[in-house]
């Protein structure tokens, strides 16, 4: 059975940083698509970045410059560095594992307040 399970959440003032953790039991790790999303109070669920099995990375335009993901392929986890963080960047996060079927993880709660 698939897990994923996310850490790092947690409260941070505007401009801080967070780096999110995903540790992933998909196999074989580096043939899946990994992601992070984000789902605010009263809003869709949202693609902030992806990393493709070739090594590639995709951003939502909101987080470009700021967000960067990165994978250990030996340890099956994926990673999303948040820097320069808004308020609007408060949401739940999401990983999503993607390869013929796609898994999530249970989410982890991101608030960015003063």
């Known amino acids: 059975q698939v897990q994923l399970v996310e850490s790092g959440g947690g409260l941070v003032q505007p401009g801080g940083s967070l780096r999110l953790s995903c540790a992933a039991s998909?196999?074989?790790?580096?043939?899946?698509?990994m992601g992070w999303y984000r789902q605010a109070p009263g809003k869709q669920r949202e693609l902030v970045a992806t990393m493709f099995g070739s090594g590639g990375t995709n951003y939502a335009d909101s987080v470009k410059g700021r967000f960067t993901i990165s994978r250990d392929t030996g340890k099956k986890t994926v990673y999303l560095q948040m820097n320069s963080l808004k308020p609007e960047d408060t949401a739940i996060y999401y990983c999503n594992a993607r390869r013929e079927l796609d898994y999530w993880g249970q989410g982890t709660q991101v608030t960015v307040s003063s």
């Open positions: 998909v196999t074989p790790f580096s043939t899946y698509t």
